[in-house]
């Protein structure tokens, strides 16, 4: 039997290495890949999701997507018999006279794609109902710009309905996904990772590109032909990175960039190393609930020694076990938040830049529409720039020598922001007592803010001393639009982004309705007041009290804007101290913190809006965890 058990063995052995050589091949691999992707041609099912044993996981996946992968119950395509799907962007259904097709003709298929994509580039980003407006945004920004190759998932029906009916193309992900705002690192967080790696994967799978991006950025020009210029690349990524390595319109350089690869913009080719990476990258993540899916990809690409370079023009470099070709997107261009709104890259360099993710920044989803709001780059309905009841706006003046006097220090950034502060209480209380919209002024800081302890400026940017920066940095915004008993706080205040009046999507009619308000002395300067009020100035005495001013404002209710020319002196005190202890507890809500200061724990500092009214207060961080509350 001895001779018998060898000749097996040897059989087994040829057997196995021409089985390895094949396998290796690109013939036999690519084969292996469009086995797959057909199991991945469309969203993953709740009822996926709902499996706990990871094992089980991605088998489950790619069944449920198989069965998803075919839109009629004998698999035929139903997008084709609708017409309607196939308009131009902006053709609003409702005047072609049309309805709504069922739900299968939404299913994402290659039909849909190919009537939307073209040079075989797709441009694709994905959303629930809550970010509604930002898809809407996202949307007109591409438009603009003559980006019509155009898709969005729509992660629950609510969002797939609107969108349909703006006209916008939309496919059903099949999702099951809650409509509400859902916040960075819940568990359903993840789950809206995951559907975007499923629909990477898809894309692929269809043989098209792929620029796959997150609702909360913009474009500010055509971002496609910057993409082509680097035809043999796998994967072009956006970036975390702050420090930019290059000064022009190149390539990050691969090995002088260290920040975290940005999933909010990927651009994807269908090749086989970026399905590969694809794959893998859905597989580590649904056999681990607890990974970010950003944190995925980076551990991927990351997780063998990258380079080299692929050539010494283009700027690619190797990553992934040395067979993906990977460039990173510049970050004066391609911009974070960070570059953008606060170290404001792209003017320093005199570029152009491509589109901008709300990043680094500090009020959630709140937070990210007013950042895109102050850049003048938000689609806001017409109501918002005509409120009823009209706006308060006023000349905020600071002193030289809080901008840019003496030393850069913790002390001096307070001082700076302390005194804008005082003048903002004033204007929210005149504008909560004329029941106006107060107009933000801009807001100047020293240091810049993050997460950690750090020395005011990161290292190595180009971030300005002093600089204008966003209303996150001083103020809590998700509290000031928060929805406040008003037994308790008092009526809610209204607000606007600082460049609210540059808009051009203010009415003119707005823009142009102004009194201008001017502080005078009782008795002394402000005997021509009704001769001004013909010129559209009204001269008010200093200190007025609440009543005395609300009287003051009772004749000029036509004027949308009053406009003051500082707030110093303006507002004399509340009569109704019940009032004014409302206001109190509401304004005291408003303000952020700042963070940090090195090697301390905790140390952030709190800004008080009351702070001038508390001797010797210092800013300083709590002294101890119970200490660790806004100001009271």
């Not at 609702?215 to 971002?223: E, I, K, S, W």
């Not at 023009?313 to 974070?336: D, N």
């Not at 952030?604 to 001797?615: A, F, L, R």
């Amino acid at each position: 039997m001895k001779p018998l058990r060898v000749c097996v063995l040897l059989s087994l052995l040829v057997v196995a290495l021409v089985f390895s050589y094949y396998l290796g091949q690109p013939s036999y691999r690519d084969s292996v890949i469009q086995a797959q992707d057909a199991a991945a041609q469309v969203s993953v099912s709740s009822s996926a999701h709902q499996i706990v044993g990871n094992s089980d996981r991605t088998a489950a996946v790619e069944k449920d997507a198989d069965q998803r992968s075919k839109p009629g119950e004998n698999g035929e395509s139903h997008f084709d018999q609708y017409p309607v799907l196939k308009q131009p962007i902006w053709s609003v259904p409702a005047e072609l006279g049309t309805k709504m097709p069922p739900l299968d003709a939404f299913i994402l298929s290659k039909a849909m794609i190919e009537v939307r994509a073209k040079k075989n580039v797709i441009v694709v980003t994905f959303a629930n109902f809550a970010f509604m407006d930002f898809v809407l945004n996202w949307v007109k920004h591409l438009t603009e710009y003559e980006v019509s190759n155009i898709l969005v998932g729509a992660m629950d029906l609510k969002l797939l309905e609107a969108l349909f009916w703006k006209g916008v193309p939309v496919f059903d992900m099949r999702s099951n996904m809650s409509m509400i705002d859902v916040g960075w690192g819940t568990p359903i967080f993840h789950k809206m990772g995951r559907e975007k790696v499923i629909l990477v994967n898809t894309f692929l799978s269809f043989g098209y590109e792929l620029l796959m991006c997150d609702t909360d950025m913009v474009f500010l020009q055509n971002p496609l032909p910057y993409f082509e210029r680097f035809p043999s690349a796998d994967v072009l990524t956006s970036s975390d990175e702050v420090v930019n390595s290059v000064d022009d319109d190149s390539l990050e350089i691969w090995d002088r960039t260290w920040g975290a690869y940005n999933i909010g913009i990927v651009y994807w080719r269908p090749t086989f190393p970026a399905k590969i990476l694809a794959k893998e990258w859905l597989k580590l993540l649904l056999g681990d609930d607890r990974i970010w899916d950003q944190n995925g990809f980076n551990e991927l690409l990351r997780s063998n020694k990258t380079g080299p370079a692929v050539d010494n023009t283009s700027g690619l470099f190797y990553a992934r076990h040395g067979e993906l070709k990977l460039g990173i997107l510049p970050v004066s261009l391609f911009c974070s938040g960070h570059t953008f709104f606060v170290q404001e890259l792209y003017k320093k360099l005199s570029l152009q830049p491509y589109a901008v993710h709300t990043t680094f920044q500090f009020g959630g989803t709140e937070g990210k529409r007013h950042r895109l709001r102050e850049a003048k780059h938000f689609y806001d309905l017409p109501e918002y720039y005509d409120t009823p009841g009209g706006y308060i706006v006023f000349n905020s003046s600071i002193p030289e020598e809080l901008l840019n006097g003496g030393s850069h220090t913790v002390a001096s950034h307070f001082k700076l922001v302390n005194y804008q502060l005082v003048q903002i209480r004033t204007a929210f209380a005149i504008a909560m007592l004329l029941n106006r919209t107060l107009i933000m002024p801009s807001m100047w800081c020293r240091f810049d803010r993050v997460w950690y302890g750090h020395k005011g400026i990161l290292d190595g940017t180009k971030t300005s001393q002093p600089f204008l920066c966003p209303l996150d940095h001083v103020f809590d915004i998700n509290q000031m639009l928060a929805d406040l008993d008003e037994l308790e706080f008092g009526p809610g205040i209204g607000f606007r982004e600082y460049s609210f009046l540059e808009n051009p999507r203010v009415p003119h009619e707005v823009k142009t309705s102004i009194l201008k308000v001017e502080l005078c002395n009782e008795n002394k300067d402000c005997s021509s007041e009704k001769a001004s009020i013909s010129l559209g100035v009204l001269k008010l005495p200093k200190n007025k009290t609440e009543d005395q001013l609300v009287k003051a404002f009772d004749g000029y209710k036509q004027f949308k804007i009053f406009q003051f020319s500082t707030t110093e002196e303006a507002f004399g005190g509340f009569s109704d101290i019940v009032q004014e202890a409302k206001f109190k507890q509401r304004i005291k809500t408003y303000p952020g913190i700042w963070c940090c200061v090195m090697d301390k724990t905790p140390g952030h500092i709190y800004y008080d809006m009351y702070w001038d009214c508390k001797p010797n207060w210092k800013p300083l961080p709590p002294a101890t965890r119970e200490d660790d509350h806004k100001p009271r």
